[in-house]
């Protein structure tokens, strides 16, 4: 198909002179509703304008008092010098009489001797007194208790027993009660220190046994 007949082709016309006919429809339909005076009417509007107040420069600083004037140090006030006055020494004092003493005497020492050891004895049932020993007590004879019993006592210078107590016990109270009376009655020699009775403590020991002879 050449170019001649494209221009010939009535399609092509139609779709132009319907483009053309919209164009006049709008135009038309403008000028009958007023718009077109409407947007002269917006363009005709007064531009509103406002003025600014220029801005003052900021007032310029103070100036600063002067500085106070400096003054004059005070020359220091005048002290004068002490008045140092040297003593003579005094004349050196002649000798006119030398006398000699003897020395006094050399204390020796002298060792004493060391001390000796205090001999001690400790007190003991005297053999001349009849000490009995203690009694099984029947109640303990029916439990069949047994055991040792350990009392100290404290004897005086006269060999007597003035307080006792129990250290160890036999386990039973009734046989440590029993030992304590009866040892308490016997008689002691006393203890002695360097030969001379003195106050002491023994510790005496009963053993607690069934069919005792």
């Known amino acids: 198909m050449d170019y001649a007949q494209q221009q010939r082709d009535p399609t092509k016309h139609m779709v132009g002179i319907t483009i053309v006919a919209l164009l006049h429809v709008l135009i038309i339909y403008a000028l009958v509703t007023g718009l077109a005076r409407k947007v002269v009417d917006v363009i005709k509007k007064p531009i509103e304008t406002k003025i600014l107040e220029e801005q003052k420069p900021p007032p310029p600083p103070e100036t600063p008092p002067p500085p106070p004037p400096k003054l004059a140090t005070p020359p220091p006030p005048f002290i004068p010098p002490p008045e140092v006055q040297i003593a003579a020494p005094p004349a050196p004092t002649a000798i006119t009489q030398v006398t000699t003493k003897e020395p006094p005497p050399i204390a020796k020492f002298v060792p004493q001797p060391p001390p000796q050891a205090a001999v001690r004895t400790a007190p003991v049932i005297d053999s001349a007194h009849n000490c009995d020993k203690p009694t099984y007590p029947p109640a303990s004879l029916r439990a069949e208790e047994t055991g040792t019993t350990t009392v100290r006592f404290t004897i005086d210078v006269d060999g007597r027993a003035i307080q006792s107590q129990v250290i160890k016990s036999s386990g039973h ?21 360097d030969g001379k009775p003195y106050q002491s403590s023994v510790d005496m020991q009963y053993v607690w046994k069934l069919n005792q002879e």
């Open 173 to 193: 109270k009734r046989l440590d009660e029993a030992a304590r009376a009866a040892l308490g009655l016997c008689r002691f020699k006393p203890g002695t220190l």
